[in-house]
């Protein structure tokens, strides 16, 4: 998927778990696994928002794209 998410970076940096950022952003540890891992094939710009806000930083930080080969 050329599309990868950073969402493990930005938890290191912020030295948060991924049990703390789910109740921080309102959804279950489970969907945040999901988006976590880059399986969702979605993600609602509330859900970015929210991310960004508790994570302090900006949507680049969290998603970023790579050509495939």
Same mark, same amino acid.
């Given at each position: 998927?050329? /599309?990868i998410v950073d969402i +493990? /970076?930005?938890l290191a940096r912020r =030295?948060? #778990?991924v049990g703390e950022l789910a109740d921080r952003i #309102?959804? @279950?540890p489970t969907n945040l696994a999901v988006l976590k891992n880059g399986? %969702? =094939?979605a993600v609602?710009? @509330?859900t970015l +928002? %929210?991310?960004c806000a508790v994570l302090?930083?900006?949507p680049g930080d969290l998603l970023r794209w790579v050509p495939e080969d």
């Open positions: 998927m050329p /599309v +493990d /970076v930005m =030295k948060m #778990g #309102g959804i @279950t399986r %969702a =094939k609602r710009f @509330t +928002d %929210a991310l302090e930083c900006q």
